[in-house]
């Protein structure tokens, strides 16, 4: 695909594949095949719906990552990320749409793999990660918290 190849109506697969690291790095950042139909399947299901829904643009802080950049970055090794198993993105809302909004649209009305308020307050994420399979989606929602200087996971 090129950078300005289309996903979705609202989305390019340069916004896919960006990454900050992987320029400065050097890292090649391109999914296969595989990875780019699992990319699809969640750009066509999640990104496109929650950006229809709110009408206003779905900032991503991250989507793919090649293996490479996801080791770079200290990224989970089974992290859908890469998308071996399903692919995942991070998001943030953006002209007065919040993070929560996201997260409680996403959680209210789509099938999802994973749903985790990231970081952030009670109130108001610091930003919404959430994965989809093309199958066999747990419609998980985790809440990924700090205690004590530890990264800590609990089910909502």
Request: proline fraction near 3%; charge should be positive.
């Amino acid at each position: 695909m090129k950078p300005e190849d289309k996903l979705t109506h609202n989305l390019t697969y340069e916004e896919v594949i960006h990454s900050d690291t992987a320029i400065r790095r050097g890292i090649a950042n391109e999914p296969n095949d595989e990875q780019l139909y699992a990319i699809k399947i969640l750009a066509e299901h999640i990104f496109q719906p929650v950006r229809d829904y709110f009408g206003v643009p779905v900032l991503i802080n991250s989507f793919f990552r090649s293996l490479t950049l996801n080791k770079r970055i200290g990224g989970s090794k089974t992290s859908q990320h890469c998308a071996n198993n399903g692919a995942a993105m991070d998001i943030r809302g953006s002209n007065g749409v919040s993070n929560a909004d996201l997260f409680n649209y996403i959680r209210e009305n789509l099938e999802f793999d994973q749903l985790i308020w990231e970081f952030g307050t009670d109130r108001e994420p610091k930003w919404v990660h959430v994965s989809l399979k093309s199958s066999r989606n747990r419609g998980q929602v985790l809440r990924l918290y700090k205690e004590n200087g530890h990264t800590k996971t609990k089910v909502l």
